[in-house]
């Protein structure tokens, strides 16, 4: 997977267009790509075993980790652990699951991973992390549809992944082909006198206020965004739009089912056939 080459050494977020859409299973297929570089810091945004949890340990996938990889999880969670970890930090407060704690494992194994159910606090850990030089890369899981929370990390790459079937392509297709626009606008981190710099979110109250002859909007980034994707097109073609912060765009980690990738190509539009990384690993049944 030659797209993921440039993400070593960054932060990496895998996204997802809904629950069920793989970013889990993903994950673990990407960490013997990130391992090349070194160990790899692997959070969650939210609870990725809160479902496990309450089911009994079965609903939910793990992530599996190698010996020098870091997790933030839960005590309880590290003691069921297959693999074994050194505490790094035992984070302050403590969630629904119990006590969270920053661990480097020192033996491989299974782990559910628990983020913390304050974003700062994650932010705050992947910072370290980067600081101490205690991993090469950052993977996080993030969750479903939240974009604008992940941006709270800092700089970063993500990843989208979807699992596409007749069912919702139409919904999947308008979702990918806005996200690209969104994360191919221009980025200009210090716009010109005459440029409407927007602090906070672009919603439709926004988007009315501007005015025909604006010389062009500034955006923080594209996930400050709330705008349908028809009206954003309509903003667009009234005044150049552009970004003073980038996310990069990996790719797109698209698995079909009973979809070929002739018409999902021709839904999405045959110009993102580059960024579209298709099934990626065997879709569970």
Known sequence: MAWFEGAAGTVTAI??????????????????????????AVFSIGVDGAQKARNGGASSPEIRVEAGDLVMTTEGFARSSGARFEILEA?????SLGHLLLGRAQRGGAVT????????????????????????????????????????LGDLDFVFTARIDQGNLAKAA??????????????????PAGILRLEGPLGPAQADELSEGAMGLSLEDFTKVFLEPAAFSRLRQRVPVSVRREFRLLCFAVTLRNVGR???????????GPSILFNPYEAAS
């Open 174 to 191: 308008d979702r990918i082909r806005h996200l690209a626009q969104l994360a191919a606008l221009p980025v200009d981190p210090a716009p």
């Open 91 to 95: 984070l302050p407060g403590r969630g």
């Open 262 to 272: 002739p018409e999902f190509l021709q839904a999405v539009g045959e110009s993102l």
């Open 113 to 152: 991973l628990v983020g913390s159910e304050h974003l700062s606090q994650l932010a705050e850990v992947v910072a370290q992390v980067r600081r101490e030089g205690w991993a090469a890369s950052v993977l996080v899981d993030g969750a479903v549809n939240r974009l604008t929370q992940v941006a709270a």
């Open 15 to 40: 996204t997802g267009l809904e629950k069920g859409s793989g970013k889990t299973t993903f994950l673990n297929h990407v960490l013997p790509l990130a391992r090349r570089s070194g160990p790899v």
